[in-house]
Structure formats: structure tokens, C-alpha cells
């Protein structure tokens, strides 16, 4: 259908998303040009009449217009720009068979919530999605956690009682997202469509597995059997989210939002059980001796940085280098084995690239916690602050830093307007362009 740029605002700077009207050949052919245009336009409407928390903002249309030199402009809309995405949290690709990463119940949990918030406002408008996946999902730049839902891409979404002309045998959705009825008949889609594919994420997110998966010709077992740490009555709510028939499905998204309040409440009750109970604590974890961390900042592309920070194919260390840390009471944290100081608190609030060398620069200038050799860490450094789990929830530890400055610069570049940087809480390492703003941690010794 379309391309979509990070582009600035030619005045104020402002970084926003671009989407032009770049439909592949095949689609102009299947469709035609009028029918694209209007199905594009049709996007850019539905997305600016709603505003609401959890749905991107439309901040501007135009095209179908000559340009000053004649050219025709064509169809376009900026929107707000969001670093943050669902499917990179998860480390879902285009293979979405394979294994993703766990993302831990309450952050699971809230981002569900976040997404069938974000749909209610669409289908109280009457709009139905009909394309709900990670990747669609955008994490704005909060002061901390996974980030504030916001729902984008709305070039399949219809008014509720529209039909529209599609050439015969074409798929409206992504395969494993899609409700059934929608891949039979993409007009039946309405709201229990879209909130099937809430529960499809929702399950991934806290299995890192796909729900309609076959293991051995055996369907996926009850989400009971798989997590370890969730009892029946999230065995009951997927039996609803993810029933093929959507009269059995929650008949919509106060009702999905009520049960998911259920579960929280039953949640927090059996984590603070546990917690009091240091009897039921599971014995500390054995570590591996790794290499001293790299202190030398480098410059590393995508194909080489797995092997260059030594990492799986979820971008997770194969060398846990746990650290011992302790509270030094002047606002650093000393790891014990390695000797390298850290700024406990970190920057107050997430910042751009530069900008968090500016933050480091302003350590040095005011001699904090006397002294003055704080940097930028590498990545190498900062995972020796993963708690050396592949999955998040160690929720009776006390940790160490602020668990919602869990994403944090590093000091290595991928490419001149791009660097790494490290999400502690889920424990991996991935990359951005300096315009996006991530938490400051600076590092000494």
C-alpha cells in the first residue's frame, strides 16, 4: 500500500512518520488506482478523527496536488513518530514461527491493556482494525516501563456494516493474527476480530510462542502448562480470546478489559504470597566467568553486532556476567567483581544519543560523587547489568537500579545516525537512531 520515512517537520525540527501512497504493481493492478487512493485517504481520516491516548495522531494530509515545479505530489500523511515497537520488544520477525522473547506478566499485561483500550475508542467510532500485530503496535517514550500504547497502521480498517471490493482469494491481515472468520471473509471481521488478534499477542507476549502453533501434530497445550507461574483462570481467559467462534469470544473490549482486571488481582495476590515466603524463593543462579567488559566504545552494522557483542539469535548475551552490586550511599553503585562504578539513578528523563552524552559531560563537570571519569557505557558493560534470566519477572528481587530505566544508551554505534542500546529489564540488546530517546546510565573505573 504504502512507504513510510522518518522525516522532520522542515520548521520546528519535530520528527514525525511520513506515509506516501507506494503501492506495489501487483496491488494498483488488483485494485486500481482510484480504489488505493480512496482506501489510503480513507486511513489517514479514520486515524485523525480519533484521538485518544492509545491511537496515533494523524498531524496532517495531503497530495493528489501539483508540486511547485509541476510534479505531482502524492498521497501522504505525517503522524507522530514512535521509536518504541511491539515487535522489536518481543523480537518477533518476519519468520514469525520462530521463538520470540518473553516479556513478563505485568508488562504483558499492560500493554494488552493498552491495545484493547486503543481499540474500544475505534469501535465506539464504529472502525474495525483488522490488522492488530506487534508490529503495529507502537511503545511511546514514557518516563519509564514498556512505553504508552499507540495503534497505527489502519490502511485495512473498515466502518462497521461497509463493504468494500476486494479481488477474489486476497487476505485482509497478517497470517497468525488474523481471527478465522476474518481469513474466510474479510467483511465479517467486527470488534471480537480484532480482539482475537489481542489475544493471540497477549499469549505470544507472555509464552514467547504462538498460540495456534502445532508441536509434534499436537496443538499448543493450555498456556497453564506452558508458563509455569499461571493457574486456570488464564486457562479460562484464552479459551474465550481465542475461541473460533466469535459469539463464545468476549463480545467486546470493556468485557476483555474486566477479565484481564480479574487476572492482575489474582496475580498480585499470588506474587505477594510468594514473596513472603522466602522458604518458596528458587535457590540464586550459578554464573558463568566471562571476559573483563569491553570499555573501548565501537562502531558495529547489524550483520556483524550479534557476533561482535556476543549475543543468541534474540540478541540475549551467552555469557552471563552477573554482577555483584552494592549500594554506596553517595548515589553510585559499585560492582564488587570488575570494579566499575555506576550511576545509580541515572538521567531523569530519556533522552536522545547526544543528549545522553551531554548528560554524562554534566556528571564530570559537577565532579559527581567527586568524581570525574564518568562515560557512556558500552554494551558490553551494560549486560553485566541483566539479572542473567532469559525471562523478566524476578519480581521477589530487590533490584539494584530503577527497573522502569530499564532501556539504556550505549556508547557503540551501529552507523553514523544509529547506536545501540540495551533494555535491562528483558535482558537484550538492539539499536536506534540517535533522535530517539532512551535513559542515560553512566559508568566510571
Same mark, same amino acid.
Given at each position: 500500500?504504502?512507504?513510510?520515512?522518518?522525516?522532520?517537520?522542515?520548521?520546528?525540527?519535530?520528527?514525525?512518520?511520513?506515509?506516501?501512497?507506494?503501492?506495489?504493481?501487483?496491488?494498483?493492478?488488483?485494485?486500481?488506482?482510484?480504489?488505493?487512493?480512496?482506501?489510503?485517504?480513507?486511513?489517514?481520516?479514520?486515524?485523525?478523527?480519533?484521538?485518544?491516548?492509545?491511537?496515533?495522531?494523524?498531524?496532517?494530509?495531503?497530495?493528489?496536488?501539483?508540486?511547485?515545479?509541476?510534479?505531482?505530489?502524492?498521497?501522504?500523511?505525517?503522524?507522530?513518530?514512535?521509536?518504541?515497537?511491539?515487535?522489536?520488544?518481543?523480537?518477533?520477525?518476519?519468520?514469525?514461527?520462530?521463538?520470540?522473547?518473553?516479556?513478563?506478566?505485568?508488562?504483558?499485561?499492560?500493554?494488552?491493556?493498552?491495545?484493547?483500550?486503543?481499540?474500544?475508542?475505534?469501535?465506539?467510532?464504529?472502525?474495525?482494525?483488522?490488522?492488530?500485530?506487534?508490529?503495529?503496535?507502537?511503545?511511546?517514550?514514557?518516563?519509564?516501563?514498556?512505553?504508552?500504547?499507540?495503534?497505527?497502521?489502519?490502511?485495512?480498517?473498515?466502518?462497521?456494516?461497509?463493504?468494500?471490493?476486494?479481488?477474489?482469494?486476497?487476505?485482509?491481515?497478517?497470517?497468525?493474527?488474523?481471527?478465522?472468520?476474518?481469513?474466510?471473509?474479510?467483511?465479517?471481521?467486527?470488534? /471480537?476480530?480484532?480482539?482475537?488478534?489481542?489475544?493471540?499477542?497477549?499469549?505470544?507476549?507472555?509464552?514467547?510462542?504462538?498460540?495456534?502453533?502445532?508441536?509434534?501434530?499436537?496443538?499448543?497445550?493450555?498456556?497453564?502448562?506452558?508458563?509455569?507461574?499461571?493457574?486456570?483462570?488464564?486457562?479460562?481467559?484464552? *479459551? *474465550?480470546?481465542?475461541?473460533?467462534?466469535?459469539? %463464545?469470544?468476549?463480545?467486546?473490549?470493556?468485557?476483555?478489559?474486566?477479565?484481564?482486571?480479574?487476572?492482575?488481582?489474582?496475580?498480585?495476590?499470588?506474587?505477594?504470597?510468594?514473596?513472603?515466603?522466602?522458604?518458596?524463593?528458587?535457590?540464586?543462579?550459578?554464573?558463568?566467568?566471562?571476559?573483563?567488559?569491553?570499555?573501548?566504545?565501537?562502531? *558495529?552494522?547489524?550483520?556483524?553486532?550479534?557476533?561482535?557483542?556476543?549475543?543468541?539469535?534474540? +540478541?540475549?548475551?551467552?555469557?552471563?556476567?552477573?554482577?555483584?552490586?552494592?549500594?554506596?550511599?553517595?548515589?553510585?553503585?559499585?560492582? /564488587?567483581?570488575?570494579?566499575?562504578?555506576?550511576?545509580?539513578?541515572?538521567?531523569?528523563?530519556?533522552?536522545?544519543?547526544?543528549?545522553?552524552?551531554?548528560?554524562?559531560?554534566?556528571?564530570?563537570?559537577?565532579?559527581?560523587?567527586?568524581?570525574?571519569?564518568? /562515560?557512556?557505557?558500552?554494551?558490553?558493560?551494560?549486560?553485566?547489568?541483566?539479572?542473567?534470566?532469559?525471562?523478566?519477572?524476578?519480581?521477589?528481587?530487590?533490584?539494584?537500579?530503577?527497573?522502569?530505566?530499564?532501556?539504556?544508551?550505549?556508547?557503540?554505534?551501529? %552507523?553514523?545516525?544509529?547506536?545501540?542500546?540495551?533494555?535491562?529489564?528483558?535482558?537484550?540488546?538492539? +539499536?536506534?537512531?540517535?533522535?530517539?530517546?532512551?535513559?542515560?546510565?553512566?559508568?566510571?573505573?
Amino acid at each position: 500500500m504504502g512507504a513510510v520515512y522518518k522525516a522532520a517537520m522542515p520548521e520546528t525540527g519535530r520528527i514525525v512518520a511520513l506515509k506516501v501512497l507506494k503501492p506495489a504493481e501487483i496491488m494498483e493492478d488488483l485494485m486500481g488506482e482510484d480504489a488505493l487512493r480512496e482506501m489510503f485517504f480513507n486511513e489517514a481520516s479514520a486515524m485523525a478523527s480519533i484521538s485518544h491516548p492509545n491511537v496515533a495522531a494523524v498531524l496532517d494530509v495531503g497530495g493528489g496536488i501539483e508540486g511547485e515545479e509541476g510534479n505531482p505530489v502524492p498521497p501522504h500523511f505525517t503522524m507522530e513518530y514512535f521509536c518504541g515497537n511491539l515487535g522489536v520488544l518481543m523480537g518477533e520477525t518476519y519468520e514469525v514461527e520462530r521463538e520470540s522473547r518473553r516479556l513478563g506478566v505485568e508488562t504483558s499485561l499492560s500493554i494488552a491493556r493498552g491495545m484493547v483500550n486503543g481499540l474500544d475508542r475505534l469501535h465506539y467510532e464504529g472502525i474495525i482494525h483488522r490488522d492488530v500485530k506487534p508490529f503495529n503496535v507502537m511503545l511511546a517514550e514514557d518516563q519509564g516501563g514498556p512505553g504508552t500504547v499507540k495503534l497505527i497502521d489502519f490502511g485495512l480498517s473498515k466502518l462497521r456494516g461497509e463493504r468494500t471490493t476486494h479481488h477474489k482469494g486476497m487476505v485482509v491481515g497478517s497470517p497468525y493474527y488474523a481471527a478465522p472468520e476474518q481469513e474466510a471473509d474479510p467483511e465479517s471481521a467486527d470488534e /471480537r476480530s480484532d480482539l482475537y488478534s489481542v489475544g493471540v499477542t497477549l499469549y505470544r507476549m507472555l509464552t514467547g510462542r504462538l498460540p495456534n502453533e502445532k508441536t509434534d501434530g499436537k496443538d499448543t497445550p493450555p498456556i497453564s502448562a506452558v508458563h509455569s507461574d499461571l493457574d486456570q483462570g488464564w486457562d479460562d481467559f484464552f *479459551t *474465550t480470546a481465542l475461541v473460533r467462534d466469535p459469539a %463464545a469470544r468476549f463480545p467486546d473490549g470493556r468485557g476483555m478489559l474486566a477479565a484481564m482486571d480479574q487476572l492482575e488481582i489474582r496475580w498480585r495476590e499470588q506474587r505477594d504470597a510468594t514473596c513472603a515466603a522466602p522458604d518458596l524463593l528458587a535457590e540464586p543462579e550459578s554464573f558463568e566467568t566471562c571476559p573483563r567488559p569491553r570499555s573501548e566504545p565501537l562502531k *558495529t552494522g547489524l550483520k556483524q553486532g550479534r557476533i561482535a557483542f556476543g549475543l543468541d539469535e534474540l +540478541w540475549r548475551p551467552e555469557c552471563y556476567a552477573h554482577g555483584e552490586f552494592a549500594d554506596q550511599g553517595d548515589g553510585t553503585v559499585i560492582e /564488587r567483581s570488575r570494579g566499575l562504578v555506576w550511576e545509580r539513578y541515572g538521567s531523569r528523563y530519556p533522552l536522545t544519543w547526544e543528549r545522553a552524552n551531554a548528560h554524562v559531560a554534566r556528571l564530570n563537570k559537577n565532579a559527581y560523587a567527586d568524581r570525574t571519569d564518568w /562515560r557512556l557505557p558500552t554494551v558490553a558493560e551494560l549486560v553485566t547489568l541483566f539479572s542473567g534470566r532469559t525471562e523478566p519477572g524476578e519480581f521477589c528481587q530487590e533490584p539494584a537500579f530503577d527497573p522502569q530505566k530499564a532501556r539504556l544508551w550505549s556508547a557503540d554505534r551501529k %552507523a553514523f545516525t544509529a547506536a545501540w542500546y540495551v533494555d535491562a529489564e528483558l535482558g537484550f540488546v538492539w +539499536w536506534q537512531d540517535l533522535t530517539c530517546r532512551f535513559f542515560a546510565r553512566a559508568v566510571a573505573g
